[in-house]
């Protein structure tokens, strides 16, 4: 049962990623359409862009959402494809910790990353 309650949070976690990664690509690469709406930035991803994205909440809040959706669902893949090579239940736990803490630690240091930027 555990399992599959983890195998939806995965595809959720890839619907997550389709939609924000969707919105990412228009407003990165559809600069010229937002533009002329007034909602646009003439260089997407220049320095000054990204740091005055960065400093509205919603750009925050959808930059840590993706980071834990991406690194779930990536994770998790990962993971399942681990352990499709007969190996111990020990080492399976070991890699299941192993990839938890990984995974923890590279969403606080991503999300830290982007709540200084805002708040700064």
Known sequence: MREGKLWVFHLLAGAVIFFLLGMHMFIMHL?????AIGL???????AESVFHRSKHIF???TYILLLGSALYHGLYGLKNILFEISMSKSAEKSI???????????????????VFVFVN
């Open 40 to 46: 646009g930035y003439s260089e997407p991803i220049s």
């Open 96 to 114: 299941s910790v192993f990839l938890t803490i990984l995974g923890l630690a590279l969403f606080a240091y991503g999300a830290f990353a982007a």
């Open 31 to 35: 600069d010229e359409i937002l533009a």
């Open 59 to 61: 750009f925050m809040i």
